[in-house]
């Protein structure tokens, strides 16, 4: 699941409208009107925008442990950008991954090599060390 505000820091960097631009483009900047408030349209199936308002609610989960992994392949993130626009977004992506670890004082983010969106799939045994690590395994 993306880190709250994903969609609306990446549609506030998005150039102005312009003829010819890239559909990633036009996507990006009208996302947060579509991923994060309509279940049908994000694979989750979630009301992401109620989901990050709990989030943004809860007071953090103190010293519990807490492991975010993130698949380090984000080509699919940025495809249709320019360099330039790829960097911002990318720091934006990484900055909130640091964000959602650091609602617990004992949390850390773990970059996933070889693994993007479909992180479950392709690196199963980076999620089951993560669980194991968590629940003291």
Do not use: C, Y
């Amino acid at each position: 699941v993306r880190p709250t505000a994903a969609s609306r820091r990446w549609a506030e960097v998005m150039p102005a409208e312009a003829p010819g631009e890239s559909d990633a483009i036009t996507f990006t900047r009208t996302d947060p009107d579509t991923f994060e408030k309509d279940p049908t349209q994000n694979p989750e199936g979630l009301l992401l925008d109620d989901s990050a308002a709990q989030v943004l609610a809860a007071s953090g989960l103190g010293d519990r442990p807490l492991i975010v992994l993130a698949g380090a392949e984000t080509t699919e993130i940025t495809e249709g950008f320019d360099a330039s626009l790829s960097a911002t977004v990318l720091d934006i992506w990484w900055e909130l991954q640091d964000d959602l670890a650091a609602v617990s004082s004992a949390g850390r983010l773990v970059k996933v090599d070889g693994a993007g969106h479909d992180l479950p799939f392709v690196a199963a045994d980076a999620v089951a060390d993560a669980i194991a690590e968590v629940i003291g395994g």
